[in-house]
């Protein structure tokens, strides 16, 4: 058994093999991106609340003082970087491969997290074919690629590192088919694809 499950009248065993790779490789290239933004959105927020602080220190009304870790932005840096911590080590001890070890809490400056986060992508895509093997790895797995989809969504971004190239469209034959992975109605991942020229969209569920 495998993290990923094969339909028993499955004319290619190998695809669903072949897919769960696919979205593996998808989820762990976004953590540079999602943990660069989101540090990056935290400084930043933080820098505005000084400065509102400044402002208002001798002044009278309302001023949300609620740490920025507190907010949704620390939040998801927190999560992701947590779970992504556990996932690692939980993997490397299955397989027998030593992960890096990321340091206990996100870093503050947005260069070293992505750096962090590198080292984390590239050791999960070397390992990827050993860790497969593990079905136990499963539940950790979807835990932390939910989180990470969920980062992404919120950050109202669509841009996103993709290892596969584009696809051809079978409504206008533009190669611009790109993938996504969203959540589905009960909160799994779902593969959309969508052309960037003609807009034409495809949702596996």
């Known amino acids: 058994m495998t993290t990923y499950e094969i339909p028993a009248d499955a004319i290619d065993p190998e695809a669903g093999y072949r897919l769960w790779v696919d979205s593996f490789l998808w989820h762990v290239d976004q953590l540079p991106y999602v943990v660069e933004t989101t540090v990056t959105l935290v400084v930043a927020s933080r820098g505005l609340q000084a ?13 949300d003082n609620i740490p ?22 939980a993997a490397a001890s299955r397989i027998g491969i030593e992960a890096p070890e990321l340091p206990p809490a996100v870093p503050g400056e947005s260069d070293l ?14 390992q ?12 950790a797995e979807e835990a932390l690629f939910r989180l990470i989809r969920r980062a992404r969504r919120q950050q109202g971004e669509h841009r ?35 052309c960037a020229t003609c807009g034409e969209r495809f949702t596996s569920d």
């Open 68 to 89: 920025i870790a507190d907010g949704p932005e620390g939040r998801n840096a927190a999560a992701v970087w947590q779970a992504l911590r556990a996932y690692l080590v």
């Open 160 to 194: 996103t590192v993709r290892r596969a190239a584009p696809e051809a469209c079978d409504t206008c034959g533009a190669e611009e088919v790109r993938i996504d992975w969203v959540d589905g109605p009960d909160g799994q991942r779902v593969l959309e694809k969508a």
């Open 128 to 139: 990827v074919h050993h860790i497969v093997e593990h079905p136990e790895l499963g539940e």
């Open 51 to 63: 400065q509102q602080l400044r402002e208002r220190v001798s002044g009278g009304g309302f001023y």
């Open 113 to 126: 997290a992505r750096d962090w986060a590198y080292a984390a992508n590239e050791w999960l895509a070397d």
